[in-house]
């Protein structure tokens, strides 16, 4: 059975940082491409970072490259999103997810989700 747990979340204040865990089993990171997801209230949920398999190449939306960092550590199938300069429309509930495979693919492509953390930058 393929769970992911997400951790790290909080509150945390414009200009700070955050790094967000995405703990996995059931699955190895190996072989699978993970990618991390946002949705604030009220808006539609949102790519924010990939990282495919093997070659662990990245992938960043616009609006977070140069202040997010997306990395892994395959003996632990763990991946984490290291989140600095935060901004108030950072907030969100942050999740994470696996690819079938080994490259990054479009989102609705997922299929193994984890149950968010919330990350709320405020003042």
């Known amino acids: 059975q393929v769970t992911l747990v997400e951790s790290g979340g909080g509150l945390v204040q414009p200009g700070g940082s955050l790094r967000l865990s995405c703990a996995g089993s059931?699955?190895?990171?190996?072989?699978?491409?993970i990618g991390w997801f946002r949705q604030a209230p009220g808006k539609e949920r949102e790519g924010v970072s990939c990282?495919?398999?093997?070659?662990?190449?990245?992938y960043y939306r616009d609006s977070v490259k140069g202040r997010f960092t997306i990395a892994k550590d395959n003996a632990k199938d763990t991946v984490y999103l290291q989140m600095n300069s935060l901004k108030p429309e950072d907030t969100a509930v942050y999740y994470c997810?696996?690819?079938?495979?080994?490259?990054?693919?479009?989102?609705?492509?997922?299929?193994?989700w984890g149950q968010g953390t919330q990350v709320t930058v405020s003042s």
């Open positions: 997810a696996t690819f079938p495979y080994g490259g990054c693919g479009s989102e609705d492509e997922y299929d193994y």
């Open positions: 059931g699955f190895s990171t190996d072989y699978h491409a």
């Open positions: 990282i495919s398999s093997a070659d662990r190449t990245t």
